[in-house]
C-alpha cells in the first residue's frame, strides 16, 4: 500500500515553470489555497491556469505566476442581505487582465466542464451547441466546429480537451492512499480536474482511515478514488480564506483585506509580506490568532479540530 | 392590503409576468429583484416552476432569502446538474447585463477592446450555453444608454442577429424572452426582432425611456403601462416572499 502523503512544498518541487495547471473548487469555494500560497512563495513562474476561478487566480497573478489564465469566471463571492454567494470581481485578476500582464483563453462554464471531461476521457474534443453565435470565437483561436456526420449534418462547437500536467483540489476528507470525499454542498468539477490531469495533488483537511470515510458521510460524497491522486496532503483550514462547507465558511473580514491590497502595490507588499511569504505553518498560526483575538468565544466551537472558529454554518 | 407599490414592487411583478406560461421547468432568476419576482410567479400563477437556492439545491419555498434551516430541497442541483437542466433546455434564466443591445446580444465579460480590456468583468460565465440552449431574459437596475446600448463590445449572450445568422435551425432553442429595467418592460415581439418598449412604469415615460436608451427602440403608437401588483401578490411580496424589502434596496424610487 502506498502512502502518498506530501507537504505543499513537496507539491511545489513537483512542478516546472510553464506547465498547465488545474485547480478544483469555485468562486471563493473549496479552492486549495495552501497549495496556491506554496506556489506563491516559489519560483516558479509562466503557469497555465485552468479553473473556476477566484481568488486562487488573483493571488497567483499578483505574484506574478501566471502566463495565461483558461476559465469561464475570476470571480469572488460575498454575502450580501439577498445572497450568500454574489459574484463580485476578482481586484488582482482585473488588475493584471487591464494592464495585459495575463494572456486570457476564455469558455464558457459548460465548454470547460466539457473540455476537462473530454481530457479525462482521451478524446480530443467533446460536441455541444455551447458558444455558438458568441465571441467566443473571436476571443478563443483555439476553438473550432464539427459537423455531425449522422443524417442532420448540423454544425456544433467542438470543445477541446483541456489537458493538465498537473491538478490541485481541495477537499473535505481523504485517506493516505489518495480517496478523497466531499461532504459540502458540490464537488463542483474537482473529479474532472483531477481526471484530466497527468499528476493529481489533493489537498484535505483531515486523512482519516479509509474505514472512517464511509462514517463521515454517505457513500455518495465518496467521489474522488485513488488512481486519478499522486499526492495526499493534510491542510486544516487549506481552503482558507476560502469556504470549505460543513468544515468552515467564507473568511469575509480576510476576503475584504485581501481585495483592499489591489488597490496599491504598497498594500499588496504588505500583505504578501504578512501572509504570504511564510510557511503554511506559520500562515495558520497567524490565522488562528486572529481569529481567536476577532472572536474568543465562538474559538471554543471548534468545526475542524484546532479549537478555532470558522464562520457559521448558517451562511449557506 | 392598500400600501402604494413601489417602483421595485413593480419590477418583481415584470420580472414575474417573463415567467407566465414556462410550467414545470426551473426558473432561474439571478439578482433581487429576479428572485423575488420568480417566487412570485410561482407563489401566484406558475406554481409547478422549479427553483434554485442560488447554490446546490431546488428548493419549494416561498421565500426568497434567509431560509436559514428551513430549506424545502426537491432536488439536489449541484452546478454539473445545472448544466443537464441548461442543456436540455428545461429552463428559463434571468442574467444580469452589463450592456445589452438592440437585439439582445448581452455581455458580462470585458469593456473595451478583449486583449486588454478597459474594465474586466467576470469572464463569459454561462452566458454562451445559456442563450443557444434555453429561454434568457435579462434584468436591467440601471437603464442607461451605457447599459442598453448600441454595441456590445463582447458577445457573451448571444441576440436575436446572431441566432438568425446561426439558421433557424442551429438556433432553434434560442430565446430572448423581456429585459426588465428599473424604468420599463423591454421585448423582440417586432418582424425583425429588435428590442420594442412593452410597457413603461407607472410614473416612467416613452420619452424618459428613449433617453435612457443608446439605440432606437420600436415604440408602438400606444405604450401601455406596466401592470401594478394585485392585493395578493403585494400580500406575497410584503408578508412572505420578501418581508425585509431587500427588493428596495436594488432599485430605489
Given amino acids: 500500500m502506498t502512502d502518498k502523503r506530501l507537504t505543499e512544498d513537496d507539491v511545489v518541487a513537483e512542478l516546472r515553470d510553464g506547465m498547465t495547471i488545474g485547480i478544483g473548487g469555485w468562486g471563493s469555494r473549496r479552492k486549495p489555497m495552501s497549495l496556491v500560497r506554496a506556489i506563491v512563495r516559489s519560483s516558479l513562474r509562466d503557469l497555465t491556469i485552468v479553473t473556476y476561478g477566484g481568488p486562487d487566480v488573483g493571488l497567483l497573478c499578483a505574484a506574478g505566476k501566471v502566463k495565461r489564465v483558461a476559465y469561464a469566471f475570476v470571480a469572488l463571492d460575498q454575502t450580501t442581505p439577498a445572497n450568500p454567494h454574489t459574484a463580485i470581481l476578482e481586484p488582482h485578476f482585473r488588475g493584471a487582465r487591464q494592464r495585459g500582464e495575463v494572456e486570457d483563453e476564455p469558455y464558457d462554464e459548460g465548454m470547460l466542464l466539457l473540455g476537462l471531461q473530454a481530457a479525462a476521457w482521451r478524446v480530443p474534443f467533446l460536441p455541444t451547441r455551447v458558444g455558438l453565435g458568441s465571441d467566443l470565437f473571436r476571443d478563443n483561436p483555439r476553438l473550432r466546429t464539427v459537423r455531425s456526420p449522422y443524417a442532420d449534418g448540423e454544425e456544433l462547437v467542438a470543445a477541446p480537451a483541456l489537458h493538465l500536467d498537473a491538478a490541485l483540489v481541495h477537499l473535505n476528507r481523504g485517506d493516505e492512499r489518495g480517496n478523497g470525499q466531499f461532504i459540502g454542498p458540490d464537488l463542483y468539477f474537482d473529479d474532472l480536474m483531477l481526471g484530466a490531469a497527468e499528476r493529481g495533488f489533493l489537498s484535505v483537511e483531515r486523512v482519516v482511515e479509509t474505514a472512517e470515510l464511509a462514517k463521515e458521510g454517505s457513500l455518495h460524497t465518496l467521489r474522488i478514488n485513488r488512481a486519478t491522486v499522486t499526492g495526499v496532503i493534510e491542510a486544516p483550514y487549506g481552503a482558507h480564506f476560502t469556504s470549505c462547507e460543513p468544515d468552515y465558511g467564507r473568511d469575509e473580514e480576510f476576503q475584504k483585506a485581501y481585495m483592499a491590497t489591489a488597490k496599491s502595490a504598497e498594500s499588496w507588499a504588505e500583505f504578501k509580506a504578512t501572509w504570504l511569504d511564510l510557511s503554511e505553518a506559520d500562515y495558520q498560526a497567524k490565522r488562528r490568532a486572529a481569529a481567536t483575538a476577532a472572536s474568543p468565544t465562538v474559538a471554543a466551537g471548534a468545526r475542524v479540530r484546532e479549537g478555532d472558529p470558522g464562520s457559521s454554518r448558517g451562511e449557506t | ?253
Avoid at chain 2, 33 to 60: N, W
Fill in chain 2, 1 to 253: 392590503m392598500s400600501a402604494i407599490p413601489t417602483r421595485a414592487d413593480v419590477c418583481a411583478v415584470a420580472v414575474a409576468e417573463c415567467f407566465r406560461g414556462d410550467g414545470e421547468i426551473v426558473a432561474n432568476p439571478i439578482g433581487t429583484i429576479p428572485m423575488v419576482g420568480g417566487r412570485l410567479a410561482r407563489a401566484s400563477f406558475e406554481p409547478d416552476l422549479l427553483m434554485t437556492d442560488s447554490e446546490a439545491t431546488l428548493i419549494a419555498n416561498d421565500e426568497a432569502f434567509d431560509w436559514g434551516d428551513n430549506k424545502l430541497v426537491e432536488f439536489c442541483n449541484p452546478y454539473r446538474s445545472m448544466f443537464d437542466i441548461v442543456w436540455s433546455g428545461k429552463r428559463h434564466v434571468m442574467m444580469g447585463a452589463t450592456q445589452v443591445d438592440q437585439y439582445g446580444n448581452q455581455n458580462i465579460a470585458a469593456i473595451g477592446p478583449y486583449t486588454k480590456p478597459k474594465v474586466q468583468l467576470l469572464g463569459y460565465r454561462g452566458a454562451p450555453g445559456n442563450t443557444i440552449n434555453n429561454t434568457t431574459s435579462y434584468w436591467v437596475p440601471n437603464h442607461s444608454p451605457q447599459v442598453v446600448c448600441a454595441r456590445v463590445d463582447t458577445v457573451c449572450g448571444i441576440g436575436y442577429d446572431r441566432a438568425a445568422k446561426l439558421g433557424s435551425e442551429a438556433a432553434r432553442f434560442h430565446e430572448i424572452r423581456r429585459v426588465v429595467t428599473n424604468l420599463c418592460v423591454l421585448d423582440f415581439e417586432t418582424p425583425d426582432q429588435r428590442m420594442r418598449l412593452r410597457s413603461t412604469h407607472p410614473g416612467v415615460s416613452a420619452d424618459d425611456v428613449v433617453a435612457a436608451t443608446g439605440f432606437e427602440l420600436v415604440i408602438p403608437d400606444d405604450v401601455p403601462e406596466t401592470r401594478s401588483p394585485t392585493d395578493d401578490e403585494l400580500r406575497l411580496l410584503y408578508e412572505v416572499i420578501d418581508p425585509t424589502d431587500e427588493r428596495g434596496r436594488e432599485v430605489g424610487e
